[in-house]
């Protein structure tokens, strides 16, 4: 059984702060690794997707992966209010037709 | 931008009911895919297709049916709606190369 975990929540970090979200996933063949951000009541939207082993930047967001070790993180520069959400790490196989996996969901909250 | 579209953001139906949640992309995606969201379970795969007429079982498939006559929509079909299919319902179309996945605005169905 594929899985994705997550650290649990509900993560609160002040406003200004960075904000650190961490998965780790079982199935080692695993190519494709994704961070969804979800508001309440609202569908999981993408910020960031990375492919290979190091960083990857994206604004406030930095994405880091490890292969070998299994683990992707997802970190927050500078955290505002609108953070506020569940953040989804999803990981997939190799191709279109391995089924993309889903963490449960870290929970954040940037207090002001 | 890709656009993802559900038929119907809330839906109430009876116990018994034959209930079609219908999802339409306009990406010309060849991969589309229907979760549940339900909280403390996270998202569930109950059905993807990866082609027209073509459709696999994810994780939830019992008491869900699906069709795809056209590449664009991808339907989801309760044959017989139960009080636990109460949740949240969303579809997600996928780049084929990025294995990025799109979301609809999702389906909140309550089943009395």
């Known amino acids: 059984q594929k899985e994705v975990e997550q650290n649990s929540g509900p993560l609160s970090v002040p406003e200004g702060a960075i904000a650190s979200l961490n998965c780790t996933y079982s199935?080692?063949?695993?190519?494709?690794f994704f961070w969804y951000r979800q508001y309440s009541g609202k569908s999981p939207e993408l910020i960031m997707s990375?492919?290979?082993?190091g960083d990857k930047e994206d604004g406030r967001f930095t994405a880091q992966l490890n292969k070998a070790s299994q683990y992707v993180s997802l970190l927050i520069r500078d955290s505002q209010p609108s953070d506020s959400a569940t953040y989804l790490c999803a990981v997939n196989g190799k191709t279109s037709y391995d089924k993309v996996i889903f963490g449960p969901g870290t929970s954040l909250s940037v207090i002001p | 931008d890709v656009k993802v579209t559900q038929s119907s953001r809330y839906l109430v139906k009876r116990t018994g009911e034959k209930v079609f949640l219908e999802c339409v992309q306009d990406m010309d995606h060849e991969n589309m895919f229907w979760y549940r969201q339900d909280p403390g379970l996270g998202l569930r795969l109950i059905y993807f297709?990866?082609?027209?007429?073509?459709?696999e079982k994810g994780d939830i498939p019992e008491g869900y049916s699906v069709s795809r006559e056209k590449k664009e929509r991808f339907s989801l079909i309760l044959e017989s709606a139960s009080t636990n299919q109460t949740s949240m319902y969303l579809c997600?179309?996928?780049?084929?190369?990025?294995?990025?996945?799109?979301f609809g605005p999702g389906t909140r169905l309550t089943v009395l």
């Open positions: 297709s990866y082609d027209v007429k073509m459709k």
């Open positions: 990375i492919y290979s082993n």
């Open positions: 997600a179309s996928t780049e084929g190369p990025t294995l990025e996945q799109f």
């Open positions: 199935d080692r063949g695993s190519q494709s």
